[in-house]
């Protein structure tokens, strides 16, 4: 037998519904006006849902008391406490299942479920209770009415199930899809949410404001991820926005390519929700970079959804800067659900703002201001079970020295009494410091001697945060450009419980002395690490003691992994790292073993490193999703654009290569959804989106030349994706290419490159319905070059035939299907020959022999007349 707790499901919320009239009284404060003198009586409620399941099904056990605590409001105010369960089994035993504490319409869900065949009972009671405005969540009565009121005990009736062998019936799941398929998903497709991860960018690309996944890197564990470098659509970032090679009297070096720079002005810092991707239109960088607005665009399609500038909007001067996406699920009493926004912020008159905005439009909601002092929007951010912002961040009083450490949450700053419905107040100014949930000082002692340091909480190489075990470490400044993390042996490090901000721990980790050490921002299995650039190691540590556990590591192979600060992300129990050296390893997480390691290769003399070069400055030039890892190739300087440059996919596991396209890395991050990816690539200066393209299959038939009973079947498999091609066509319309040719395929369909003459096809799979509706697979073949194939096929029987031609798929591909009809007609029987007579013996041998007698007999008559004339005178 197990059982499970939950405070919201479908069942439940239906019954509750019935509390609905009752609730309303509690919308509004109390009014008591009259002592009750005695206790108020109650009535408890059950009901057991399915009546009959079968072994190891579900059984709701909902319960509820008829009257919802009168001081609860939201999170606030009492719950009813003491809630039990009393089950008895079928073979006579009983659980008490409890206390439970119910929600603030005084109601409860259990799941239970049944270990036993046979007959069960069940029945709920409710010990009674005295309101005192805080139990159930202590500190927060605002009602007091009817603190002090006595609420007497009940018991409800008992409920009955049976469990037997044949399991009940339920709606069933639809399996995930295998083609093509669009955003909003449908809310009952519950099992989808492994595939529909969005990319909210709550945390920044370096020297922007947004684009990365998450303050750990860029690892989404909800999506599918391309498996070839097919694209769907590539377009200019900003139309009319130049890019490529300058051309004419610039001449051909490796410098003479329109500005792509985008290293330290980064470009491209994308949101993607619902199938949206947002991000800002910056057509250059001449007037200091200033966002010109925000797109909208359909991330399958590459069609742009609506523009907004908010440039000057609030102030002279003033200017938006889209800051992360937002899902926020609020829960009420009979109100639950999401709701997208944008989030962006600006300065007007010296005060920061984070303004909130509808993603859906882009319209303006309201502004917090006097925002945190760790950054635009008190960086680190993290999003919560609920999808609430978090974010901590340092104070620090440069009179003093003093330093806290706060955790402020966006749901608190904008509803703190968790009110009944959410409804953001349209145009208003909401104060930072109402969302600020704990402050605590930092040290400047540790073990009697000062410091001597600042604590610093960021992302590039002097934090850690463990999602797991919702602790952050953080370390102190030791004066020697700790930017870099050079320190003179020594880097104070400090781990706190993001729930409350105790402190777990404090050490001084000692390091390489005059090296460079760095923290990565991600953590995994309890462990966060230590990169020493110096040395070229890894060490790991427990983010629960800060105990060293494993490390330092072999270190790296090629000498330009100096060159890399915080390349990391944590993903399946692995840490994945990338260096400027062109390597990529994994280590296990747990015991800092080397799992696999891979490189870009020599390059010769195409570049001045001998290798492609990965990005390294930060942990978003690299992302990991669906057991891929991909990194790309790119470095702004000394040249700026050499040749050969690579988006790498690789498997995450094996450490194998399973594509590669031509790409130049601008700083941008590497969005994976749904099944896409977005690059924007320094090239062309232009956004490409990789991923399963929708197909069109044909089918036609023809009679074979001088065949009466052969019949030709043809057709054509294309791709039908929506890209611009830079041949002046369409994408939609071109062959199919299986996915070994794929990446040569589509350089040569968008980036110029030579067509390659030995690409291949696809599979086509023929079969027919005869007119007896049997249906039969004729055979196989595969286009060529063109799309185009073709099939000579014998049909058995006369009759109607319905050929149809699948194209299965691919992982390039949706696979396409098309059919068409045909009569066959058996072909005449050829004209016979007349039988001969059979000849008789007579026929054969008498009747010749006396033909030819007589022959003779008229040969010797003409002879004897001819004497007889000779004998006249």
Not at 165 to 183: C, D, H, K, M, V
Not at 306 to 331: H, P, R
Not at 399 to 425: D, E, I, M
Not at 841 to 847: K, T
């Amino acid at each position: 037998m197990k059982f499970a707790k939950t405070k919201t499901t479908a069942i439940a919320i239906a019954l509750i519904l019935t509390l609905s009239m009752t609730t309303i009284i509690t919308l509004l404060p109390s009014a008591k006006s009259v002592d009750f003198p005695g206790t108020l009586p109650t009535w408890a409620y059950l009901r057991a849902v399915p009546e009959q399941v079968g072994i190891g099904q579900n059984v709701f056990l909902v319960m509820w008391i008829d009257k919802p605590p009168p001081t609860a409001n939201g999170i606030l105010g009492d719950r009813w406490v003491n809630m039990t369960l009393t089950i008895t089994q079928p073979d006579g035993t009983t659980q008490t299942m409890g206390p439970y504490t119910s929600d603030d319409a005084g109601g409860y869900t259990v799941i239970y479920v049944p270990a036993q065949l046979g007959n069960y009972s069940v029945v709920f009671t409710f010990s009674g209770e005295t309101l005192t405005g805080s139990v159930g969540n202590p500190g927060h009565p605002w009602i007091t009415a009817a603190v002090g009121d006595v609420f007497g005990p009940s018991t409800s009736n008992v409920e009955h199930f049976t469990v037997s062998n044949e399991p009940a019936s339920t709606i069933p799941e639809n399996p995930l899809p295998t083609g093509y398929w669009q955003n909003p998903v449908q809310a009952f497709n519950h099992n989808w949410y492994v595939i529909d991860g969005n990319w909210l960018g709550t945390a920044a690309v370096e020297f922007a404001n947004t684009g990365n996944y998450a303050f750990t890197g860029n690892f989404n564990p909800y999506t599918k991820a391309p498996l070839t470098g097919h694209i769907v659509w590539a377009q200019p970032l900003v139309p009319g926005s130049p890019g490529g090679q300058m051309g004419g009297e610039f001449g051909s070096s490796e410098q003479s390519n329109y500005y792509s720079g985008f290293q330290y002005q980064p470009k491209f810092a994308p949101i993607i929700i619902n199938g949206v991707l947002y991000y800002e239109a910056i057509p250059n960088y001449s007037s200091g970079g200033t966002v010109q607005g925000w797109v909208a665009m359909d991330l399958r399609t590459g069609k742009t959804l609506w523009n907004k500038n908010y440039l000057n909007y609030f102030a002279q001067g003033s200017n938006d800067i889209l800051l992360c996406g937002q899902i926020y699920e609020y829960k009420a009493y009979n109100t639950y659900g999401g709701q997208t926004y944008l989030w962006a912020t600006r300065s007007t008159g010296g005060i920061n703002y984070l303004d909130m905005f509808d993603a859906a439009t882009g319209n303006y909601i309201l502004s917090v201001n006097g925002s945190g002092t760790g950054g635009a929007f008190g960086r680190p951010q993290v999003a919560g079970k609920d999808g609430s912002l978090l974010q901590y961040y340092i104070d620090t009083n440069y009179a003093t020295g003093a330093q806290t450490l706060n955790f402020w949450n966006s749901s608190v700053c904008l509803n703190p009494t968790n009110s009944y419905f959410w409804a953001p107040p349209q145009n208003g100014v909401i104060p930072y410091s109402q969302g600020i949930v704990w402050s605590v000082p930092l040290p400047k002692t540790y073990q009697g001697s000062a410091i001597g340091a600042t604590f610093i909480f960021d992302d590039v190489g002097h934090s850690s945060y463990d999602p797991d075990n919702n602790i952050a470490i953080i370390t102190a400044s030791t004066g020697m450009y700790s930017m870099y993390g050079w320190n003179p042996g020594w880097i104070v490090e400090a781990a706190y419980n993001l729930k409350d901000g105790t402190q777990l721990w404090i050490k001084n980790q000692t390091e390489t002395a005059f090296a460079a050490t760095m923290l990565m921002p991600g953590a995994s299995n309890g462990t966060y690490v230590e990169y020493t650039k110096n040395t070229l190691t890894w060490k790991g540590y427990s983010t629960t003691t800060g105990a060293q556990v494993w490390g330092p590591t072999a270190p790296y192979a090629n000498p330009l992994g100096y060159y890399d600060q915080t390349s990391a992300v944590c993903a399946y129990g692995c840490l994945y790292t990338w260096t400027f050296g062109g390597e990529v390893y994994c280590y296990n997480m747990t015991n800092g073993n080397l799992v696999w390691k891979w490189s870009t290769g020599p390059t010769g003399e195409n570049t001045p490193y001998g290798v492609n070069p990965l990005w390294i400055i930060g942990n978003y030039e690299a992302t990991v999703a669906d057991g891929v890892i991909y990194v790309e190739t790119g470095h702004d300087y000394g040249p700026p654009l050499f040749s050969g440059a690579q988006i790498y996919a690789i498997n995450a596991t094996t450490g194998k290569l399973i594509w590669s396209i031509l790409n130049f890395a601008s700083g941008s991050s590497l969005p994976v959804v749904y099944g896409y990816m977005l690059s924007f690539n320094a090239y062309d200066n232009q956004i490409y989106c990789f991923g399963k393209g929708n197909t069109a299959t044909t089918v036609t038939t023809s009679p074979v030349i001088n065949s009466n009973t052969q019949v030709q079947i043809s057709g054509t498999v294309t791709d039908q994706s929506p890209g611009e091609t830079c041949l002046g066509i369409p994408a939609a319309g071109t062959p199919a290419i299986a996915d070994e040719s794929m990446s040569q395929w589509m350089e040569y369909l968008y980036m110029q490159s030579p067509e390659p003459m030995n690409a291949t096809g696809v599979p086509v799979t023929l079969s027919y319905i005869d007119s007896n509706n049997n249906c039969y697979t004729i055979g196989t073949t595969a286009t060529d070059i063109n799309g185009q194939y073709a099939y000579t096929f014998t049909p058995d029987v006369p009759g109607t035939y319905t050929i149809i031609a699948t194209f299965g798929g691919s992982n390039s591909y949706f696979s396409s299907s098309g059919q068409t009809h045909m009569t066959f007609v058996s072909p005449p029987a050829a004209t016979a020959a007349p039988t001969p007579t059979p000849t008789s013996v007579a026929d054969m041998y008498f009747v010749p022999a006396i033909a030819g007698l007589f022959v003779l007999i008229i040969i010797v008559a003409i002879v004897l007349a001819l004497l007889m004339l000779r004998k006249r005178p």
